[in-house]
């Protein structure tokens, strides 16, 4: 199937730092990526849609000055965990989706905020 | 309200035995999909097996089939045969409409399953 790739797989950062996340479809071209937020033990849940050439759409409650969104190309987009403190620790996934009814993951982030 | 309910907090199963993961949806659209999606403990959404609203009949991957039953809105995941590494998170998702690949998916809460030997 369709390859989607997500780095780092997972990262420890100072609280106030930021850190980026990079998600890459390697076969196929994404206009749209999403990227999903999962705490433990619970269900992946939609922090924002990622838009090539536009500015990200983002789900209510999602600060969008503080996950900050690029899709600079068809193939890459990338989120930014501005200023993060330790309630911002988690797994962070990201989603695309090649022409037809299928949808493929990067292998996602865990993250955490010391 | 478009909703996805998995009843299910875990199961268990015996190895080389069928189980069967419950899913239901809620949802006054004529257009949609379901997929079902594999997370083991490294966290990685492992892609399974999809239905479209309008497939007449029910998907099969290998050992995965879905049990879809439109009029009961259920689409539950089959899996034959299982197999110590089938010992995972399972998630049933939702994706509205024929847009493919501009809309997220929404996730059920999901079913731990437990194969034990």
């Known amino acids: 199937g369709a390859v989607v790739s997500q780095h780092p797989s997972w990262v420890i950062c100072k609280s106030g730092t930021s850190v980026k996340i990079e998600c890459r479809s390697l076969?196929?071209?994404?206009?749209?990526m999403f990227w999903y937020r999962q705490f433990p033990k619970q269900s992946l849940m939609l922090m924002a849609t990622?838009?090539?050439?536009?500015?990200?759409?983002?789900e209510q409650g999602v600060e969008k000055d503080k996950f900050l969104i690029n899709h600079a190309s068809l193939t890459l987009s990338t989120l930014t965990v501005t200023s993060a403190h330790p309630e911002d620790s988690s797994f962070y996934i990201c989603s695309a989706a090649p022409p037809g009814p299928s949808a493929f993951f990067g292998q996602g982030t865990r993250l955490t905020v010391v | 309200a478009q909703k996805i309910t998995q009843t299910q907090p875990g199961m268990f199963v015996q190895e080389k035995e069928a189980v069967t993961l419950d899913c239901t949806y809620d949802t006054s659209d004529q257009s949609y999909g379901l997929f079902w999606y594999k997370q083991p403990s490294s966290g990685e959404m492992i892609f399974l097996i999809y239905q479209g609203s309008y497939d007449e009949q029910n998907a099969t991957e290998g050992r995965y089939s879905l049990n879809f039953q439109k009029a009961r809105k259920s689409a539950n995941l089959v899996i034959s045969a299982s197999q110590l590494g089938d010992s995972a998170m399972y998630f049933c998702?939702?994706?509205?409409?024929?847009?493919?690949?501009?809309?997220?998916?929404?996730f059920g809460s999901g079913t731990r399953l437990q194969v034990q030997p």
């Open positions: 990622s838009n090539e050439g536009s500015k990200a759409t983002y």
């Open positions: 076969d196929f071209q994404a206009t749209t």
């Open positions: 998702a939702m994706r509205w409409g024929w847009e493919g690949g501009r809309r997220a998916l929404t």
